[in-house]
């Protein structure tokens, strides 16, 4: 019986921290309420506990920096709460608080990316977001050891960053993005060539192909057919003849109608001009149209347009696609 006297001690220590908790608890929950809306928080890397308990504070999400302290104190969490964005609800206590922060679990943003976005338009959007500087993509295309960690072509990062959707959190940097990015493109490009016959063409060429397949379809289901144009008149060595890949080497020069005058433009993306494929992709373009130009429709069509619904009227012949122009364009 002579530990009987420490073990009550702690016991009694015991229900003294609980109650105290509780009281600590209650006390600062009776003084917030409901009323207050949820609030984000943000706790930078290395932040004391000193400082966090200061946010808190300043944000009113405790009415007392030392009730606060006492309350870590006893759980002993002063060392283990961590940085992060956190949105703290209305209805969360002190309790809840520190459970939140010792967890770690930063808010996730997302960005998405359509399939056909042009590196201009990703630019913009990352930057709308707060992500990218104006320069930072510039940086890293400019640096040749990152271009060869990820097998890129001097031309840069046009249709190698894979559009989706990706998530983020505040200590999200532009690279870290951007890698994310060039891995899920190539991730899924593998995934696809994989799943598709062999072919002569390598990944720049099938990614360029790819690009010019996303920007004319417009459809799904039409994408293997415009895939087998493409490959019957690269076969031919007749010129591609795309409208994307001539407006996209006019760059700012284009407003927004292709007029006659600008299909001998110099650019090596005028497919007017210059026979086989441009030099690079024209847009990120997505899985299915990557696998289409992997896996075009077997098909003796040379020539396509649009019928101003969102699909296209196939021709085997010059004379026959001067029938389809005639019918679906110059009479609209």
Known sequence: MKHSKPILLFLLTMCISMITLTGLDIAWFAHRGNHHPATVIRIMPGSSFKKITHLLAEHELISSKVRFTLLNRLLQSTDTLKAGEYEITAAATPLDIIATLQQGISIQHKISFPEGFTLKQIENRLKTHNLCRADELQKLTGNPDWCKKWQLPASGLEGYLFPSTYYYNFQTSCRELVEQMLATGKREFDKIKAESPPGSLNRQQI??????????????????????????????????????????????????????????????????????????????????????????????????????????????????????????????
Do not use: W
């Open 207 to 332: 990614l360029t192909l790819a690009s010019i397949i996303q920007k004319e379809a417009g459809n799904l289901e039409e994408m293997p057919l415009i895939a087998a144009v493409f490959h019957n008149r690269l076969r031919r060595r007749m010129r591609l003849a795309s409208d994307p890949t001539t407006i996209y080497g006019l760059g700012e020069k284009f407003d927004g109608n292709l007029r006659r005058r600008d299909l001998k433009d110099s650019s090596p993306y005028n497919t007017y001009r210059y026979k086989g494929l441009p030099p690079g992709p024209i847009c990120s373009p997505g899985g299915e149209a990557i696998r289409a130009a992997l896996n075009p429709a077997a098909s003796d069509y040379l020539f396509f347009v649009s019928r101003n619904n969102g699909s296209h009227q196939f021709s085997k012949t010059y004379a026959e696609h001067n029938r389809a122009v005639k019918k679906y364009q110059l009479h609209h």
